[in-house]
């Protein structure tokens, strides 16, 4: 017998009624009559093109990238998409969003700007994209090999040819995209690999196990040296010293253990050279600055600074209420990619290479003149909390939205785009001065993975879904985008390698 649904109640009815007898405003946004003058400069405050009128009717970010485009003389088929921030005449405001023209007097006069159409706006210009990524949109291998789950991936910087993964069957392995096939396995750990991270020159791999060991590869494999040991409870994350801090080819490596502890190794050799304790709670991330400052992530509900030359705390930032899961730098790309870039340009020498490598750093992190490098940390609070611990332990902003615990966070290769990961099954985007964005809902381009068995690729500039990639058959637990923007690699539950292109 169907079930019947029951008739609405007097209170239903009459609510009903009111909403038919009230029209809804569908007038656009009235845009007050005028136009601004606007005086385009990079990011070093270098003066672009001349000063130029612009009407505010069509003052959107796209049509001043067009303008901007235009009074640099590029052909269409040349144009650079732009971020704009605003510089507030006479003090050191910068607002980071630019506003809707319906917004733009409003946003200018609410910092001291009486007249707009009297005052010459700076507009700094940023580049959003100096290399095309296509979405990936198919799947074109699946390679077997891990006899478990695969629980972390990660592309070479050097090149998207060499995916590196760890598994639950205690090996890594690195695989060869272009041919689909499983090129090394680097045997030795006696405990699942939890986490791995490509030296920044691409020329090592290091692992960590739940036996307690970080070990290093190189690219053909070989396992490097002896395993360094020192943790008393597993390896939970890892990070290389960025290249440009590297001295006399001597490179450096942070592990983050179950322990509580940090150690910092000296590579070459296998020696601990600073054991970083102060934790209470196992350190869930750890992340090396362009600045050789450390950042650690802990169950003890804190993140800590600290001086990698001599191993001393230089503050605690305690704002979350329950476990810190996950960290990110806004510089996180240009370290990890080092003196490799789009132009295929590989400095000839090791000084050519760490001053390629800073200046890439240096051109990154640089905002009004000096170099800020941000954190953004993930809880189980289901907040983020975005810093900047050169001008000390409070908090710029409090990110609030997710409805679960977060368990990842990143930026993006720009820094001015973040995304979060919860287990609401929602990934959100925030600018780079932590103000919401939108929600990406359904479990430039971000690419998600989840127990649903499916990759998702969505679109940054409409904030939609642009294609959604099943293929796993089951859980996905790590994916990494190659660094030239080519493909991604996952892995799961399922124990098998996949390669998505376009």
């Known amino acids: ?8 109640s007097k209170r239903q009815r009459r609510e009903a009624l009111e909403r038919s007898q009230i029209q809804q405003d569908v007038t656009p946004p009235t845009i007050e009559a005028g136009s601004f003058k606007a005086r385009f400069v990079d990011n070093d405050g270098n003066q672009l093109a001349e000063i130029i009128e612009v009407p505010l009717a069509d003052a959107t970010e796209k049509n001043v990238s067009l303008l901007l485009n235009t009074l640099l003389g590029r052909e269409r088929d040349e144009f650079t998409p732009y971020r704009f921030r605003i510089h507030i005449p006479n003090s050191d405001i910068v607002i980071d969003n630019y506003p809707t023209p319906s917004e733009f007097l409003a946003v200018l006069r609410k910092h001291g700007i009486e007249n707009p159409f009297e005052t010459t706006i700076t507009l700094a210009a940023e580049p959003q994209a100096v290399f095309k990524v296509q979405a990936v949109t198919r799947m074109s291998n699946k ?14 910087p050097k090149t998207s040819s060499l995916l590196a993964t760890g598994s639950g069957d205690n090996t890594a392995r690195i695989w060869n995209t272009d041919s ?3 090129k090394y396995t680097l045997k030795g750990h006696s405990g699942w690999v939890l986490a791995l991270a490509w030296s920044p020159d691409g020329q090592n791999l290091a692992t960590g196990s739940m036996d307690k060991t970080v070990r290093i590869w190189d690219e053909s494999g070989q396992a490097v040296g002896r395993p360094f040991n020192g943790h008393s409870k597993w390896i939970t994350s890892i990070a290389w010293q960025p290249f440009h801090l590297w001295c006399d080819d001597t490179p450096k490596l942070a592990s983050a253990s179950k322990d509580a502890t940090i150690r910092i190794w000296i590579v070459n050799t296998g020696r601990t050279e600073h054991v970083l304790s102060g934790h209470k709670g196992s350190v869930s991330c750890v992340r090396w600055g362009g600045t050789d400052l450390i950042y650690s992530a802990s169950q003890d509900k804190t993140i800590k600074v600290w001086n990698a030359v001599d191993g001393t705390l230089k503050h605690t930032l305690a704002s979350h209420a329950h476990w810190v899961n996950h960290l990110a730098l806004s510089t996180d790309f240009v370290l990890r990619t080092a003196f ?5 340009n590989v400095p000839a020498t090791t000084e050519e290479k760490r001053a390629k490598a800073k200046e890439r750093f240096e051109k990154a992190a640089k905002q009004q003149g000096s170099v800020v490098e941000r954190i953004i ?8 909390y975005l810093w900047d611990p050169a001008q000390g332990t409070k908090p710029l902003a409090r990110l609030l939205g997710h409805q679960k615990q977060v368990n990842h966070v990143s930026f993006s290769p720009d820094g001015n785009l973040i995304a979060s990961a919860g287990w609401d099954n929602h990934i959100k985007i925030w600018g780079r001065d932590g103000k919401f964005l939108t929600t990406l809902r359904a479990h430039r381009l971000l690419c998600s993975g989840s127990r649903d068995t499916t990759l998702k690729v969505w679109d940054m500039r409409t904030f939609k879904l642009s294609v959604d990639l099943p293929g796993h058959e089951d859980e996905v637990y790590a994916l990494d985008w190659s660094l030239d923007g080519r493909l991604v690699g996952s892995g799961g539950k399922d124990k098998a390698v996949r390669l998505w292109r376009n």
Do not use: C, N, R, W
């Open 1 to 8: 017998m169907a079930t019947l649904v029951p008739p609405p």
């Open 340 to 344: 490799y870039d789009h132009t295929k």
């Open 377 to 384: 940390s993930a809880s189980d609070d289901f907040t983020m």
């Open 143 to 156: 390679i077997p090999g891990h006899g478990e789950a695969i629980l972390a991936a990660q592309f070479s």
């Open 180 to 182: 689909g096939t499983p």
